[in-house]
């Protein structure tokens, strides 16, 4: 289940164990992760997610082989405790469904929390090419608004601001900054909160990047942040679009 | 009054810790009620990692049964990690169920279900973090019944000063007694309070009161008395014993978990007990007689649990399921059904001998071919005499020389060291038959891929078998035995690494000797190691045998016993054994005969009760039980068209 790794490209081989039927259409869903579910990783969204096919009884598609695994191709996953409104998948079937009812049928099968918000049939090219930008709202109880203020104010006006965060490849220094396209403080809220359209990079600025910023730069915040990724796409004049509706 | 959540202080804390999925609960087919709408409520702990209690069989059966009668509540709660510990310490948060995240503390009944003896440090972890004290005499009518079951509750005194009370065998209808004693002393007001409810629950004859009993020591440290202290409490408790299973199809509404769980199956028990009468295997001893499933109660369970938790792998279990006596209909009929699903079935446990390649195609036609494990469990045919496991060396290579030509690479098997009579050359013998493996599996195959994986477990003998008087054999003695075995497989280039070894040291198993057969002086060690950090003693990243050894040695020091009389030392037909007031309807003469059975030159088979004469054990007579079996010659009734 890498970001870009699975496809769901490839003709059947019938000289191969197990030989499964062809997949006629591909469809792109948009999925939810809400409340206290949002704890969740992406491993266990996907096993739950391939439950639910097999409950709504969806006519998934399978590689062949010996271990026959669903056609289900995974795109920029949030990270395990952040809440998210724009996650994105894309399944292969081997019979033409109407979209509506795949949504119905998926989010009945899924726990609450886990909600199927759309879905459409694919258009040609990629879904992770897609995926340019997020909007995270990022909740940050007890923090001081002032602070917040200040220190927006310093990272937006700063070329690079370098975190440091442990990869699987080592601790790696990463610019926040530079993925970074808007920033703004919410002050009006009972809790205070950040906004922040973030550019889809390799490695991932996270929010809680965004936070360790803003951290750095003087904002004083007491509580644990809670991230929600609000929306997820294109990327046009700063704004970010619906990946599924362009 | 009502108790609330702890989920608000929980949640901001549960970035900071490891895997925070497993305390959030929310599994599909969980059940939440209403805290005033019912009478009784049962809080059911699995004393491991969420992990590997959820998929955990007793628990969910329990916790399903309890939950359908309206007057009933059951939660569950498992293990924390000791990240988790150190968090709800900090802030003060009980030990909490992850169904609606209620203290642990405010429940009627803690059901605590011990698979193992390894788990009872994580019991004394999870009272301490819900503020119910230790030993049981320091509770009040304010704290829960602390009430166990599960394998290792077939000896409890080890842990007798932490429970109060404890309940051997199948636990689906003793639950429901206990709840029903419950709710009727509530309605009278509670009279007499808790000593009073546990008087009642032990008078009741199926619950096992420990402080009911006294046990009184010679001055070699010996048991020389066990005697009930209370009028109307009965001299022996009996174990309970389930009869139809078809009318007791659970789980029904599986949990199905968002975390990562050991087993990712839909498991159906196909049968309940063994009569093998393998010497060593507490499980097959006190699970008689043997009680089948039907293949259409079979059926409708695969069904309908397929259907509510959308898993695509179907476990078969039981002691040892190619023993079913319809099992070739099963795989067959079940092939058949699930025909071009991407449904897998797995045979968890089976014998070498009621092996055979049809059944094995069947079980890998609609979906993974794993690869195939047996357990011999000992090296030479002596020794699988000893154990009463007689499976001749070439029954197991023609078994094995038909799973390699039909196209299986890899065969896993099983053995044991540290059987009683054992010696060096038996544990040799180990390698000399892998060796025959890998070569017969090279010559019918014509590949050189072919692997074999040997994995050995350090024998621990158990209550109520006819191994419970045997020496256990150290731990130093063990890994010596071990590495001369894997020394001379691996010396022989030959076969370079076409023999994988598993094999993890003697020390835990030492441990687990002492908790199996230990008395109530036990509890002394199990209290200071868990006071000097013991957490998790079944994982070997936590696990201390040093911390162990040295308070058993402290624990001990004015008794006149020591760790290795309660491991190592032989015991004698005339002992009192520490559990003999506990009746698994076992006769301890058959255990004894069967013991000197074991060790008699010519060590002495017995065959298998299902299809020879009854061996006179003595467990249908005394539990009033029988064999219930098939064949029933019936076919799986179709699926209805979706």
Redesign the interface.
């Known amino acids: 289940m890498t970001d870009r790794g699975t496809t769901l490209e490839g003709t059947p081989n019938p000289e191969a164990p197990n030989p499964q039927l062809p997949i006629v259409q591909k469809l792109r869903l948009r999925y939810a992760k809400r409340g206290r579910l949002r704890f969740t990783s992406h491993r266990d969204f996907g096993r739950a997610f391939e439950r639910a096919i097999r409950r709504a009884g969806l006519p998934i598609g399978h590689s062949s082989g010996f271990s026959p695994h669903p056609k289900i191709s995974y795109a920029n996953a949030a990270p395990t405790g952040a809440a998210s409104e724009a996650e994105y998948l894309e399944i292969g079937l081997t019979r033409v469904c109407d979209p509506a009812e795949v949504q119905a049928a998926l989010d009945a099968s899924l726990p609450p929390g886990l909600d199927i918000v759309d879905v459409v049939v694919a258009e040609p090219g990629a879904l992770a090419d897609l995926l340019e930008a997020s909007r995270w709202s990022i909740a940050l109880p007890e923090a001081d608004v002032a602070s917040l203020q200040v220190a927006a104010e310093a990272f937006l006006a700063a070329e690079t601001v370098t975190v440091e965060r442990m990869t699987k490849r080592g601790l790696r220094d990463i610019d926040v900054r530079g993925a970074v396209v808007s920033l703004t403080v919410e002050a009006g809220c009972e809790t205070p909160a950040v906004s922040a359209v973030v550019r889809t990079m390799v490695p991932t600025v996270r929010p809680d990047d965004v936070v360790g910023a803003l951290r750095a730069h003087g904002a004083v915040v007491a509580g644990v942040p809670v991230s929600t990724r609000a929306a997820q796409g294109p990327l046009v004049d700063g704004v970010v679009g619906d990946p599924l509706r362009t | 009054m009502s108790v609330e959540s702890l989920?608000p202080r929980l949640?901001?804390?549960?970035?900071?810790v490891s895997k925070?999925?497993q305390y959030?609960?929310?599994?599909?087919n969980a059940t939440v009620k209403d805290w005033d709408s019912v009478a009784v409520r049962w809080a059911l702990m699995y004393p491991d990692a969420y992990e590997v209690g959820l998929p955990n069989q007793g628990v969910q059966i329990l916790y399903e049964i309890l939950n359908e009668q309206d007057w009933i509540l059951a939660e569950r709660t498992y293990a924390v990690f000791p990240d988790m510990e150190a968090v709800l310490r900090e802030h003060g948060i009980s030990q909490f169920t992850v169904d609606a995240h209620r203290p642990i503390g405010a429940f009627d009944v803690l059901g605590v279900s011990f698979s193992t003896e390894l788990g009872y440090t994580n019991l004394l972890t999870a009272l301490d973090l819900a503020g119910i004290p230790l030993h049981s005499t320091d509770r009040t009518d304010d704290h829960p019944i602390v009430l166990v079951g599960g394998h290792a509750s077939f000896n409890p005194e080890p842990v007798a000063d932490f429970i109060d009370a404890a309940v051997l065998g199948d636990g689906e209808e003793i639950v429901l007694a206990i709840s029903d004693l419950i709710r009727e002393f509530r309605e009278e007001g509670s009279p007499g309070g808790r000593d009073e409810l546990l008087r009642r629950l032990a008078a009741s004859g199926g619950v096992y009161v420990p402080k009911f009993y006294d046990v009184d020591y010679d001055d070699a440290g010996f048991i020389e008395a066990i005697m009930p202290n209370r009028a109307g409490v009965p001299e022996r408790v009996a174990k309970h014993t389930l009869m139809d299973l078809d009318a007791w199809p659970y789980p029904r509404n599986p949990l199905?978990p968002?975390?990562?769980t050991v087993h990712?199956r839909f498991s159906v028990e196909i049968f309940r007990g063994c009569t093998r009468g393998c010497r060593f295997c507490q499980a097959g001893m006190i699970t008689r007689p043997v009680r089948e499933r039907s293949l259409q109660g079979i059926g409708k369970m695969i069904d309908n649990g397929?259907?509510?938790?959308?898993?695509?792998e179907v476990g078969l279990l039981s002691l040892s399921s190619a023993d079913h006596s319809e099992i070739g209909e099963i795989a067959t009929q079940l092939a058949d059904r699930y025909d071009g699903t991407?449904t897998s079935l797995s045979l968890p446990s089976t014998r070498v001998d009621a092996f055979n390649i049809t059944l094995a195609n069947e079980f890998s036609r609609n979906?993974?071919?794993s690869g195939l494990t047996f357990a011999p469990e000992g090296g030479s045919e002596r020794l699988r005499r000893v154990i009463n496991k007689m499976v001749s060396e070439d029954d197991l290579i023609r078994t094995v020389a038909a799973a390699y030509s039909h196209g299986w690479r890899q065969v896993k098997l099983y053995f044991m060291c540290g059987l009683p009579t054992e010696t060096d050359e038996d544990v040799m013998q180990i390698g000399a038959l892998a060796k025959r493996v890998i070569d017969t599996g090279r010559e019918v195959s014509g590949r050189k891929d072919i692997r074999c994986t040997v994995s050995i477990g350090g024998f621990v003998p158990k209550p109520h078998t006819p191994f419970q008087w045997a020496g256990q054999l150290g731990h130093e003695a063990t890994d010596e035995r071990l590495r001369k075995l894997r020394e001379s497989v691996q010396s022989d280039k030959k076969y370079g690494r076409a023999i994988g070894f598993r094999y993890h040291d003697g020390k835990p198993g030492t441990v687990e000797g002492l908790l199996s057969r230990g008395d109530r002086r036990v509890g002394r060690i199990i209290e200071a190691v868990w006071r000097d950090g013991g957490r998790f003693d079944g994982w070997s990243e936590h696990f201390s045998y040093d911390r162990w050894a040295t308070m058993a040695e402290q624990a001990l020091a004015d008794e006149p016993v020591d760790l290795d009389w309660y491991t190592t030392r032989e015991r004698g037909a005339d002992e009192i054994l520490p559990w003999d007031h506990l009746d698994s309807g076992l006769d301890k003469d058959w255990l004894w005969e069967d013991w000197q059975d074991a060790l008699a030159d010519d060590p002495v088979e017995i065959e298998d009760c299902r299809w020879t004469p009854c061996f006179d054990c003595g467990v249908c007579p005394a539990m009033d039980t029988d064999i219930q079996m098939g064949p029933t010659g019936q076919k799986l009734i179709p699926l209805s068209v979706?």
């Open positions: 989920f949640e901001p804390l549960l970035p900071s925070p999925i959030v609960g929310g599994e599909l199905v968002l975390a990562e990712e397929l259907a509510k938790t959308g898993l695509d991407n979906g993974r071919r979706v």
